[in-house]
């Protein structure tokens, strides 16, 4: 009899543990309310995809560009904290350290040579934004074919630019490059027929070269900050679309809902006007 009540009062006891088992799991994902604690919880599913707050990195240049567009970004129900760097670097190492969810500032071949070096997965959401006009100036001649045989024509001194000034001029058949070399310079040029005479200089000093030499060869950003017109141009790059800027973001946000309403939402009219306006037209909407 004894043996009996103690094998029921065991039974018994294990049916209760199995009991609040049951109780406290109430379903995978899900309280003892039946709420469900993962949606509950973290939150972190939801986050993925959907934002109302978005950390924006950008630089110091870049501040009344996002002021214009702060408005229809927030109307569409998100929130904008941005980030203010001095240099071009630091925005890429925030979005790495995931302090700020995206950055706006680069364009695509810079953005290439960032995540080779730094072994990074970024992604440039579609659309882009805009292309900085790449262009020939001279305050001697108003076009191409009136540059004289020996005219000196300042470039660049950093590869990029220089190799995007070299092509601009082969575009115009002012001259041909050694279409062996992937990122040309000036004495990569195979055939001169102009006799050309090439000077370099840092990109943002070039522009004090403007009455040395017959024509110099840069993005026009730079003219206006050293207070000239970036109108009257000779001729542009062609390869506009391949330095378009645009948001960036880290791998896996490359489809998230927010990023793609970001890209989308600042193609409106008073970034167009803005850039045409205050920019003197040095960059070109993609939209337009």
Not at 24 to 45: L, M, W
Not at 124 to 138: D, G, H, I, Q
Request: proline share 3%.
């Amino acid at each position: 009899m004894k043996k009996r009540l103690v094998s029921t009062l065991l039974i018994m006891s294990m049916v209760g543990v199995m009991l609040t088992g049951c109780g406290a799991s109430g379903g995978e994902g899900n309280g003892s309310d039946g709420t469900d604690t993962k949606k509950a919880g973290s939150g972190e599913e939801e986050s993925a995809d959907n934002k109302d707050t978005i950390k924006i990195g950008i630089r110091s240049d870049g501040i009344d560009q996002l002021e214009v567009v702060r408005a229809k970004i927030e109307e569409a129900g998100y929130k904008v904290e941005e980030s203010v760097f001095d240099d071009s670097v630091q925005p890429n190492v925030a979005l790495g350290e995931g302090s700020i969810d995206v950055n706006w500032y680069q364009h695509g071949p810079y953005l290439e040579t960032y995540n080779a070096e730094n072994e990074t997965d970024f992604v440039m959401v579609e659309p882009k934004t805009a292309y900085p006009l790449f262009a020939m100036f001279s305050d001697k001649y108003d076009s191409v074919d009136k540059l004289p045989d020996g005219a000196t024509i300042g470039l660049c001194n950093d590869a990029t630019n220089q190799a995007r000034a070299l092509n601009m001029l082969q575009a115009e058949e002012l001259i041909k490059l050694d279409d062996s070399v992937e990122i040309p310079t000036m004495y990569d040029v195979k055939e001169n027929p102009h006799d050309f005479k090439f000077i370099e200089a840092e990109m943002s000093v070039l522009p004090q070269s403007l009455s040395d030499a017959d024509a110099i060869c840069l993005a026009a950003a730079h003219m206006v900050n050293a207070g000239l017109s970036a109108e009257g141009y000779l001729c542009s790059a062609p390869d506009g679309e391949d330095y378009a800027v645009g948001f960036v973001v880290r791998g896996e946000d490359k489809d998230a809902e927010w990023a793609k309403a970001l890209a989308e939402l600042v193609q409106c009219d008073e970034l167009a006007e803005y850039f045409e306006e205050e920019k003197d037209g040095t960059m070109i909407p993609s939209w337009k």
